[in-house]
């Protein structure tokens, strides 16, 4: 196993409430990304980090925002959920002398 | 930017016959990656292409990356009832994550 852990798996919120989805890597990986997958779309990149403090946006950033104040985890807010961030979100690791991504096993987030 | 499209969207096959699902890219890539994502998983990789013109096997499958660098494809011979789930290319290389096509589900009948 890679060594990737989630939270929360499954997340049920209202349109405007905050939301933070965690991953936490045991690898000590440098980078990390934070994907959403939607019917029709595939995985798309909301954002990634090169490593600690260190972030950049992706395709998909807007109404995201992310922290990683320690190489072990990568967060994801939400800082006021609408219905079209129902998805589920997807953190990947990428060790440098390989290239693969490794991902979790997914954080479903439904917003009434 | 970068573009990566894939076809066929869905793609249903009785068992036993052959697959094959196409990745194109807008730009020339530096690599490409397939990663294959069963029912209710998580995507998990399955074998990277770097060089053009290569040609790489694991069983059952084969994939190939065009001489161009832009283009891709996997077939899988003679379809299984594991092989059930969703295919996805993706290209890039750089720390800035990978591109991914939209997949190819593959409905399997026994």
């Known amino acids: 196993d890679a060594g990737i852990t989630q939270s929360p798996r499954h997340k049920v919120t209202e349109t405007g409430t905050p939301v933070t989805l965690r991953c936490h890597q045991t690898e000590n990986h440098r980078y990390m990304y934070w994907y959403r997958q939607d019917p029709g779309h595939g995985l798309r990149l909301i954002h990634y980090?090169?490593?600690?403090?260190?972030?950049d946006k992706g395709e998909v950033s807007d109404g995201y925002s992310v922290s990683r104040s320690k190489t072990e985890d990568f967060l994801l807010t939400l800082e006021s959920a609408t219905s079209s961030q129902t998805s589920v979100y997807f953190c990947a690791i990428r060790p440098m002398n390989t290239g693969e991504l490794f991902f979790g096993e997914g954080s479903r987030l439904t917003v009434l | 930017g970068q573009q990566v499209m894939q076809i066929p969207q869905y793609q249903h096959v009785q068992e036993g016959e052959d697959f094959t699902t196409y990745c194109n890219s807008s730009t020339t890539l530096s690599n490409i990656q397939w990663y294959k994502q069963r029912p209710g998983g998580h995507p998990v990789f399955l074998i990277q292409?770097?060089?053009?013109?290569e040609v790489k096997k694991q069983k059952r499958l084969t994939f190939q990356f065009g001489e161009a660098k832009k283009n891709s494809s996997l077939h899988i011979t003679a379809t299984q009832t594991t092989d059930v789930g969703t295919y996805f290319c993706?290209?890039?290389?750089?720390?800035?994550?990978?591109?991914f096509g939209k997949g190819t589900h593959l409905i399997i009948q026994p």
């Open positions: 980090s090169y490593g600690v403090k260190d972030t």
């Open positions: 292409l770097v060089k053009s013109g």
């Open positions: 993706c290209g890039g290389g750089g720390a800035d994550g990978l591109t």
